[in-house]
């Protein structure tokens, strides 16, 4: 009997078997069918370049910002100091980073993390696109595009939130298109999902608020003042706050204001001013976006997109139809006109400070747009000349979209790659020869926390040597870093030789092993009046 029993449990498991090895073969069959193949060819591009630029940077040192995320993650998950992250910062990956720092995980399982993000990011192009469009080529060359950028590429090798950004702004586009665009109407188990996730995403970069009037507009032109009578609209709107309790209440509990980094972030980004700017090295001004345009798009990608804008003027012409709710192919252009120029005229007109990253959500819209053009150029080609020559203009414009953006990429990240090591050296020879509480005065704050996880203090709030003296009097700081990064004070480089008793150099990184980089002194406080 018992025997039987055996028998009976083990053919049971030996049908589970089967039928998983079952459904695995369905899916392979399925996914890597012809049909797959150009979304099998982007995902595998955006591998290959993806892991070519992981493995170039896999032990890169942390530059200011990218220290502040971090930093922020360790205090999350260990306690340590949190010292200097000011409120504007976005601190959804703060707290998935604290999450994996405490289950044992490092920065290197975090680069993996957004080398997967990034690659996931360009099939969810594609699939957008061709759900979007129903064309195959269009979600191809968007695919394609976001593969190869040279802005993508970057960012995804810093630990900037752009890369966590893009793939949850990427994912809201398409649960609004899955929950309403694309039937005109609600279909709960995608619409309601745009809540949660409208929350992770603004909370990883605040440009994503930029989605709910996207969404708004697109929706009052179909459903009017009927909208406001939708009860699907008030539960996502209710599902959305419960979904950001956690963070109002973290904000409220540390600044006072439940969406302090939202308004800081974007008052100090509005109210930036061209000297600002300038201090900073970046350029200000209305018309910077537009001038920029052939640095983050290419040239080609710009003419493509200007003839494409053609394509998408009869939205301007069908807006009736639209606003009368009548189902016509100008939807999906209304959408991707929407994702274009909302974005891109807030920031541009609105807050004017240059950075290609901040208009990152928009890339993918514009790449479509570009996909039109291509993909009508190519058809004329076809039906004018021969298939042949028009699949190898194809194949010709795609190459020198690659090639560009590669280089850019792969230039920029080199040039890049080593800047900061004297900085990682220094705090992780700080956090060997220090104490609990020990307090550090350095201008590379965030860098210097992160690695040393010591409470660090930047010298620029002193106007003088007699003013930083008076705090080191209350303070006792134990170690005293200067270095070529970051402006210092004026008497900051001068105040060890003017007070030689008070501190003592205890080691010093080289750049181009001739000159002192970074250097380490230590307080003295015998012999003095401290």
């Given amino acids: 009997m018992e025997e039987n029993k055996e028998v009976i449990e083990e053919n049971k498991d030996k049908e589970i078997i089967r039928d998983r090895k079952e459904v695995l073969r369905k899916f392979s069959a399925r996914f890597f069918s012809k049909e797959n193949y150009p979304l099998l060819f982007v995902l595998g591009l955006a591998i290959i370049i993806q892991v070519y630029f992981l493995l170039k940077t896999f032990n890169q040192p942390l530059w200011w910002d990218e220290a502040v995320y971090l930093l922020k993650s360790k205090a999350i998950a260990f306690g340590t100091p949190d010292v200097g992250v000011n409120r504007g910062r976005a601190l959804f990956n703060s707290f998935l980073w604290a999450g994996l720092f405490k289950i044992g995980l490092t920065e290197h399982a975090f680069r993996i993390i957004q080398t997967i993000l990034s690659v996931v990011s360009v099939g969810l192009v594609y699939k957008i696109m061709h759900s979007i469009t129903k064309n195959k080529f269009v979600a191809f060359f968007s695919g394609f595009s976001l593969a190869v950028c040279w802005v993508v590429a970057y960012a995804t090798t810093r630990f900037f939130p752009d890369t966590t950004g893009l793939f949850l702004w990427l994912l809201m586009i398409f649960l609004f298109w899955k929950g309403y665009a694309e039937e005109s109407r609600v279909i709960p188990k995608y619409f309601y999902w745009i809540g949660p996730v409208f929350v992770a995403a603004s909370y990883a970069r605040e440009m994503n608020l930029m989605f709910v009037g996207i969404i708004f507009i697109y929706m009052f032109a179909k459903e009017k003042f009927s909208l406001f009578k939708k009860k699907e609209v008030y539960i996502l709107i209710g599902i959305t ?22 308004t800081y972030r974007f008052s100090a980004l509005e109210f930036n001013t061209p000297e600002a700017a300038a201090d900073e090295g970046v350029p200000w001004g209305t018309s910077t976006y537009f001038r920029y345009m052939p640095d983050y798009f290419g040239w080609i990608i710009i003419i493509l997109l200007l003839t494409g804008l053609i394509y998408l003027s009869k939205v301007v012409l069908g807006l009736d139809l639209i606003f009368k709710n009548k189902k016509t192919d100008m939807d999906h252009l209304f959408l991707l006109l929407l994702w274009i120029i909302i974005p891109f005229a807030y920031i541009a007109f609105q807050i004017k400070l240059y950075d290609e990253r901040y208009i990152l959500i928009i890339y993918p ?4 747009v570009a996909g039109y053009a291509l993909y009508n150029i190519k058809e004329y080609a076809s039906k004018k000349i021969s298939k042949i020559l028009a699949w190898l203009l194809i194949i010709v414009v ?53 690695y040393a996880e010591k409470s660090v203090f930047p010298l620029s709030p002193y106007q003088n040597e007699t003013d930083f003296i008076k705090n080191i009097t209350s303070s006792r700081p134990k170690y005293l870093v200067l270095s070529i990064f970051e402006n210092h004070p004026p008497w900051a480089y ?8 008070l501190v003592t150099p205890v080691q010093a990184y080289m750049i181009n092993d001739q000159q002192p980089a970074l250097v380490i002194y230590q307080f003295n406080y015998t012999g003095t009046d401290f």
């Fill in 241 to 262: 706050l419960l979904a950001a309790v956690p963070f109002f209440l973290y904000y409220y509990n540390m600044f006072g204001n439940p969406i302090e980094n939202w």
């Fill in 365 to 368: 819209a514009v790449y479509a």
């Fill in 398 to 450: 795609l190459f020198f979209i690659f090639y560009p953006h590669f280089q850019r990429a792969d230039s920029l990240i080199e040039q890049k790659l080593t800047s900061y090591a004297q900085v990682k050296d220094a705090g992780l020879w700080i956090e060997d020869n220090s104490n609990a509480g020990d307090i550090i005065f350095a201008q590379s704050q965030p860098q210097l926390v992160y």
């Fill in 494 to 501: 001068s105040f060890p030789q003017n007070n030689p008793n």
